[in-house]
């Protein structure tokens, strides 16, 4: 069965500071793959999606980067963090083609 | 563009008591839609799905009519419980050329008290 793995689960940075979040999908290949941003209040974003190894598209210019140097890993990136990076970010999978994402527990962000 | 807008939070009900959270879509063609759950602390969970006009989609005892008349897709559960308490996103799915992108509501945040 597939699985999806985000880590780490909760992280509290100073502004300024580097950020990477990293996502992994076990039991398939060449998923597309996604990173969701839900501010306090808010609902969700689409930051980052990608179809394969090197292909990212960004829906919102933003801090953040993405890189995937692997089928199934999925980094989300910053050099230096800003008070407003702070929320829950999602990473989630999907299956080419098919309409439904599977999303990983969350990596929650405070910025002070 | 498409979009998503779903009634505001938070809901709150006593329980056994009838939930109602409206959803509509705005979208070119034919989308397929979504409910998410989120319970506290968690990431999301796919609660239910329709493809196309008329589908219900139904889990867990919440059910949710595809009406492309109206371009809603409205989430209902007859008796609701404590354990039901979580954030519903709505979302429908755009996109093409071999991804999905999920886009979704700001969510409704349902309380349910004993």
């Known amino acids: 069965s597939q699985t999806i793995h985000q880590w780490p689960a909760t992280l509290v940075q100073p502004v300024g500071s580097p950020l990477s979040l990293e996502c992994t999908v076990e039991g398939t290949s060449n998923p597309n793959l996604y990173w969701y941003r839900q501010a306090a209040g808010r609902g969700l974003q689409l930051l980052f999606y990608s179809v394969g190894i090197g292909q990212i598209s960004s829906e919102v210019p933003q801090n953040l980067s993405a890189s995937r140097p692997q089928d199934r890993q999925f980094i989300l990136s910053s050099k230096k963090l800003l008070l407003s990076d702070s929320g829950f970010y999602l990473c989630a999978w999907s299956v080419q083609g098919a309409n439904v994402l599977t999303f990983g527990a969350g990596s929650r962000l405070t910025v002070l | 563009g498409n979009s998503v807008t779903q009634m505001e939070g938070p809901v709150t009900l006593s329980e056994e008591a009838f939930l109602t959270i409206n959803c509509t879509y705005t979208?070119?063609?034919?989308?397929?839609l979504f409910w998410y759950v989120q319970y506290p602390g968690e990431g999301l969970q796919l609660l239910l799905k329709?493809?196309?006009?008329?589908d219900k989609g139904s889990n867990k005892g919440f059910e949710a009519t595809y009406r492309k008349e109206t371009t809603s897709f409205h989430l209902e559960k007859g008796s609701v419980q404590v354990s039901d308490s979580a954030v519903y996103f709505c979302?429908?799915?755009?996109?093409?050329?071999?991804?999905?992108?999920?886009?979704f509501g700001a969510g409704t945040r349902l309380a349910v008290h004993p």
């Open positions: 979302a429908l799915i755009s996109g093409g050329g071999g991804y999905n992108k999920l886009i």
């Open positions: 329709a493809t196309k006009a008329d």
């Open positions: 979208a070119t063609g034919y989308p397929s």
